[in-house]
């Protein structure tokens, strides 16, 4: 290739695109196969530099203290560089670093970019390792001197001069243009899996390395929705751990949006990925209890309730703390007593009393059976929906593509899905856990305008 380019690499107090901060900016220009430039500042990051960062790079916070803030250079980083294409190694790093501080300096930076690690995998795909480490050693470029910013922009500049000897030009021009061709994805990953990726409503799965699972999500559209987890990498930290780290995609198509819901609930309890945090949380379920014959209520672990134990509970909640929060924003709107309902020690009249906050129950002014009947009334608000059909439920679910999913419910839990009506049947002796994610899904599709999208069958029960 004849074209200028600019060999870049940066230096940074960490791994977090959105959150750490750059130290040192070195770049090398060149042109018709000669260096006509350089460019190298540190910078002052406002933040401390950790101990492990300045042991590696050897850049500590005395050395960058009287240096520039990035606003400071910004523009005439920018007028250097130009519109010249970047090659820098793992370029999704350092370029996601680059947009963000400028974004941090109040205005946006572009620029073509081309990634050395991804050039490396097409040129030897044979090898497993392609860190820049192991290429300079692979390839005989000796380098003593590394993680500073120059050095490494100078030992990427030798490694790309060893392959311009080692192929033909051609190869490396086809390789370069093909990457301008492809959409903006990890190094990692094979393009033609994203281009596998159907236009579909479904579930994907990410894996990293011994196929740990990293994370699972759903969408109406496959391939542009796992797109825009690497377009918006450079902005958010969890898209950027999630670029390095993915190997390989997975994914199951659904007929519509209520099975890619409850589909991806149940995988990501039934797996964990690390990347998930809502869905994954399974468990330690607590609810409201009031027996007949108790004074107040009580809260009970739920953790295994089917869904007609929980239909008896009033409210499920993930943390106790949650739970009384919740009753407690009760009593203040109805005027209940907090120490009636076991939410505050002591004996007589209550302190809310005094402040007209509690109608008095608890120092005689209001009669307790009237107290505990407006209190049990109050909460119900918190009950889990009533079952509302005579037996198990099937809803049919039709695809943009004349696909179909059916999936059984029976008080509120999903007990599985299938292509047919008929299908179903399989699932005759199946018994579910409520789950109240899976809840309320249900509840969102069954209660809202998308029910008119569904076909409504009830079945006997078992």
Known sequence: ????????????????????????????????????????????????????????????????ADAPAFAEIAEELREWLGDTPLVAHHARFDYGFLRNAYRRAGTSFSAEVICTLRLSRRLAPQHREHNLAALLERHDIAFPTRHRAMADAEALLALWQRWASEHPAARLNDEVQRQRRLPSLPAHLDPGMIQALPKAPGVYLMHGENDLPLY????????????????????????????????????????????????????????????????????????????????RPELQRADTLTGREAEAMMGLFRRPRDANEALRQIAADQGLCLRLLGLEAGRGACFASQLGRCRGACRGDEPLAVHTARAREAMARLQIHHWPWAGRLAIGEQGATNTQAWHLVDHWCHLGSADSLTGLDALAEARGAFDVDTYRILRRFLDGDAVDQLTLITLPRQ
């Open 216 to 295: 699972i999500g759903k969408s109406l559209n496959l391939r542009a929705r796992v797109m825009s987890h690497f377009q918006a990498d450079h902005r958010q930290d969890r898209e950027m751990r999630l670029a390095q780290q993915v190997r390989r995609i997975d994914w199951r198509e659904t007929a519509g949006d209520l099975g890619a819901q409850l589909l991806e609930a149940q995988l990501v309890k039934e797996r964990q990925p690390i990347m998930n945090r809502r869905l994954r949380r399974t468990g330690r379920l607590s609810g409201w209890a009031w027996p007949p014959d108790a004074s």
């Open 1 to 64: 290739m004849h074209d200028p380019l600019i060999f870049l690499d940066l230096e940074t107090t960490g791994i977090r695109t959105t959150r750490d901060r750059i130290t040192e900016i070195a770049a090398l220009r060149l042109e018709q196969g000669v260096v006509t430039s350089r460019w190298h500042r540190l910078i002052n990051p406002g933040m401390h530099i950790p101990a492990p960062i300045s042991e590696l790079s050897g850049i500590h916070d005395a050395m960058v």
